[in-house]
C-alpha cells in the first residue's frame, strides 16, 4: 500500500511539475491581433499582415485577414514590433514600435486607405492638315468625277 501511494505522489508530483512548465512557455509568448479596414470602416479581407522583430527567428511572420478582415498571430516572443498591412489598391500601412510583453495580447488595426495613382499621359500629335486661317473651299476634281458628272 505503502509503496502505491509513494508512486502516485511522484506521478502528481511530474503531472504537477509539467503543467507548470506548459504554464511558464505560455507565459513566455504573446499575440498581435486585430482587424483591417478602409477608410469607411468597411472590413477588408485578403490583407496580408506582416509582424517584424529583432526577436523573431527566421524573419517575419505573415498572415493574411479573413473575410471579416481579422488576423491573428500567435506565440509571439515579447519584444518590439513592427506591424505592416498591404493590400493590392491600396497604400501600405506600417506601424512601429508595437511594445508586446510576454503573455499579452496587442491589438493593432489597419486603417488602409485607397491608393492613389499619379500618372502622366503623353500624347504625341502632328500638326493638322487643315488650314485654320483660310475660310477658302476648294474642291479637287479628277477625271473620272468629270465622267460621272450628269450633263443636261
Same mark, same amino acid.
Given at each position: 500500500?505503502?509503496?502505491?501511494? *509513494? *508512486?502516485?505522489?511522484?506521478?502528481?508530483?511530474?503531472?504537477?511539475?509539467?503543467?507548470? *512548465?506548459?504554464?511558464?512557455?505560455?507565459?513566455?509568448?504573446? @499575440?498581435?491581433? #486585430?482587424?483591417? @479596414?478602409?477608410?469607411? #470602416?468597411?472590413? &477588408?479581407? #485578403?490583407?496580408?499582415?506582416?509582424?517584424?522583430?529583432?526577436? !523573431?527567428?527566421?524573419?517575419?511572420?505573415?498572415?493574411?485577414?479573413?473575410?471579416?478582415?481579422? =488576423? *491573428?498571430?500567435?506565440?509571439?516572443?515579447?519584444?518590439? =514590433?513592427?506591424?505592416?498591412?498591404? !493590400?493590392?489598391?491600396?497604400?501600405?500601412?506600417?506601424?512601429?514600435?508595437?511594445?508586446?510583453?510576454?503573455?499579452?495580447?496587442?491589438?493593432?488595426?489597419?486603417?488602409?486607405?485607397?491608393? @492613389?495613382?499619379?500618372?502622366?499621359?503623353?500624347?504625341?500629335?502632328?500638326?493638322?492638315?487643315?488650314?485654320?486661317?483660310?475660310?477658302?473651299?476648294?474642291?479637287?476634281?479628277?477625271?473620272?468625277?468629270?465622267?460621272? &458628272?450628269?450633263?443636261?
Amino acid at each position: 500500500m505503502q509503496f502505491r501511494s *509513494r *508512486r502516485l505522489a511522484c506521478l502528481v508530483l511530474m503531472l504537477v511539475c509539467v503543467l507548470a *512548465r506548459g504554464a511558464e512557455a505560455q507565459e513566455q509568448t504573446g @499575440t498581435i491581433t #486585430g482587424r483591417a @479596414t478602409d477608410s469607411s #470602416g468597411a472590413t &477588408l479581407p #485578403g490583407v496580408t499582415v506582416s509582424v517584424t522583430s529583432p526577436n !523573431l527567428i527566421g524573419g517575419a511572420r505573415t498572415a493574411v485577414t479573413n473575410e471579416q478582415g481579422v =488576423y *491573428r498571430m500567435t506565440l509571439l516572443p515579447g519584444g518590439v =514590433y513592427a506591424v505592416k498591412f498591404e !493590400l493590392a489598391g491600396f497604400g501600405t500601412l506600417q506601424v512601429e514600435q508595437v511594445d508586446l510583453n510576454a503573455g499579452a495580447t496587442m491589438t493593432i488595426n489597419g486603417k488602409l486607405d485607397v491608393a @492613389t495613382l499619379q500618372e502622366t499621359v503623353t500624347v504625341v500629335s502632328q500638326s493638322p492638315t487643315i488650314d485654320l486661317e483660310s475660310s477658302k473651299v476648294a474642291v479637287n476634281w479628277d477625271q473620272q468625277k468629270l465622267d460621272e &458628272l450628269p450633263y443636261s
